[in-house]
């Protein structure tokens, strides 16, 4: 008799849609080691034990970018497995209010248009985020 497989555990990353005045959302390109390597991606990061997502969102972004965020409405959440790894994506739409972007946990940094989010590789589960975000710029193709 086989043993059942140990259920993954979930791990749950805050996301920000960080925007700048023009319209810009910020991307940073991922280090090459590792998972995903030199994939864009939504700056953002894991949530620790008791910490409310937007709490988490701030803190990825101080800690990474170097830039404070108000933190607004949510836009998506999400679930996508990697390998061994469960991740719950909870997508929020931010206010970049100060702090000149820098890639401290990256490769580079990126002000684009959310129209130009499709010239850039993103990992797979990115592009649920994007469709949604399209979509509620009216930007999205249906």
């Known amino acids: 008799m086989t043993q059942a497989a140990k259920p993954l555990a979930q791990q749950v990353i ?3 849609l960080v925007f700048n005045a ?21 700056p953002g990061g894991k949530q620790e034990p ?11 972004l101080r800690e990474e970018l ?3 965020v108000e933190v607004g409405e949510q836009l998506i ?3 996508h497995t990697y390998g061994p ?13 100060s702090g000149e ?30 469709a949604a975000l399209l979509d509620h710029q009216g930007l999205g193709g249906n």
């Open 66 to 68: 170097a830039i404070e």
């Open 101 to 130: 972007p820098q890639p401290l946990a990256s490769q580079q940094l990126r002000w684009v248009l959310p129209g130009q989010l499709g010239d850039y590789p993103f990992p797979a589960a990115n592009a649920r985020i994007i």
């Open 77 to 79: 959440a999400l679930e």
């Open 22 to 42: 023009a319209g810009k959302v910020l991307i940073d390109q991922r280090l090459e080691e590792g998972l995903l390597g030199g994939l864009w991606e939504f």
């Open 85 to 97: 790894k469960r991740l719950r994506f909870l997508v929020h739409l931010c206010r970049w209010l």
């Open 50 to 60: 008791g910490e409310a997502i937007v709490d988490t969102i701030r803190r990825e």
């Open 14 to 16: 805050g996301v920000g």
